[in-house]
């Protein structure tokens, strides 16, 4: 019989983590007993976010445990069901993380709809990252007709949703990343207005004065750091900067230190705010229906940079951190059985 392959947190990381951070398991498969179900996982998600899980402090979830499962966005198939909400074959969504197996109570997950996208991009553009796209920059950032919106971390999975929503809303798009691919990808597959290489500029002030002539109205931020003090400068009367990360610094050993933002925000009467999609949980049927409508009549597109195979969830996680993915980085772990 098979058996439930896991991935743990075998410690918390200072700086950088490594494949040492990680450790392997493999337990037995849990019968599911009344109102349960059993899944085989067939995609998991691997997110920024999970890295100030791996540190043991306050935040708005709780950290991970050590020795224990790493949890996190997964799709599964339902392969043994003792509920009456689900059948052998459906395809389901939930938290249940780095693991080839789970089996849940049937309020732990839901069933998604398989006709309408493929299926991983429930993880995606019509998941969690769609949805912080969605609400951080429409009720923060509220772009009009004409604006200037910046958008750092603009070829990944939530920054190049920001972009396309921000044209679809009639603004100029300006968009911040690391490689010439993604800045071809940026322009020519999501159209952006202008894209800036912040690895290869010589001058980031410079070249985003250059990209926003008429400065900044708003500013969707996953980064941090010296990009978003460049911004910063630019800021217009009014501008909305809305912060969703802050990659540049998970890694930091020592606190983050930059210019101090308060006399800007005061100058420009601006507004920064900061949030997370689960501030907006009440409302995520309205932002995926709107993402659906917007995928299905072709004003959204998307990328997905697919990793295969169980035992690479672990790399996969670390090369969010050295900027490997374009679009939403997604580990494959198995095939529907009906595919």
């Known amino acids: 019989m098979d058996k439930n392959k896991q991935i743990l947190l075998a410690k918390r990381p200072k700086g950088t983590p490594d494949k040492d ?39 708005y979830v709780a950290p991970f445990e050590l020795n224990k499962v790493i949890d996190g966005g997964a799709i599964g198939e339902v392969v043994t069901s003792e509920s009456s909400h689900f059948s ?89 990343a690391g490689t010439d691919e993604k800045i071809k990808y940026l322009k020519e597959e999501l159209h952006f207005d202008e894209a800036i290489n912040y690895k290869k500029t010589e001058d980031i002030k410079h070249d985003l004065a250059k990209a926003c002539p008429d400065g900044v109205d708003v500013y969707f931020d996953n980064v941090g750091g010296d990009i978003s003090d460049a911004v910063f400068t630019l800021l217009n009367k009014f501008a909305r900067v809305s912060v969703c990360g802050a990659i540049s610094s998970y890694n ?27 501030d907006y949980s009440e409302r995520f049927n309205e932002g995926a229906t709107k993402l659906a409508q917007w995928l299905n009549e072709g004003k959204l597109s998307y990328e997905e940079t697919m990793k295969e195979g169980f035992e690479n969830i672990p790399d996969a996680f670390l090369d969010l951190f050295r900027g490997n993915n374009i679009g939403k980085l997604l580990v494959k772990v198995a095939e529907p059985s009906n595919e």
């Open 21 to 59: 951070t990680f450790k392997f398991a493999v337990k037995d498969i849990i019968k599911p007993r009344s109102g349960e179900v059993l899944i085989r996982t067939l995609y998991v998600s691997v997110d920024p976010y999970m890295r100030g899980r791996m540190i043991d402090a306050p935040s």
């Open 88 to 176: 052998e074959g459906d395809i389901v969504i939930g938290g249940f993380g780095w693991q080839t197996y789970y089996t849940a109570k049937e309020d732990e997950v839901r069933k998604i709809d398989k006709d309408i996208a493929p299926i991983s991009t429930h993880l995606g553009i019509l998941g969690m990252t769609g949805l912080t796209a969605y609400f951080g920059l429409l009720e923060i950032g509220k772009p009009k007709e004409g604006e200037t919106v910046v958008v750092s971390g603009a070829a990944g999975a939530v920054g190049s949703v920001v972009g396309q929503i921000a044209k679809i809303k009639g603004a100029k798009v300006v968009g911040i």
């Open 252 to 278: 930091l050993e020592k606190q983050d230190v930059g210019p101090r933002v308060q006399t800007v925000l005061i100058k420009k009467s601006a507004l920064m705010q900061g949030f997370t999609v689960g």
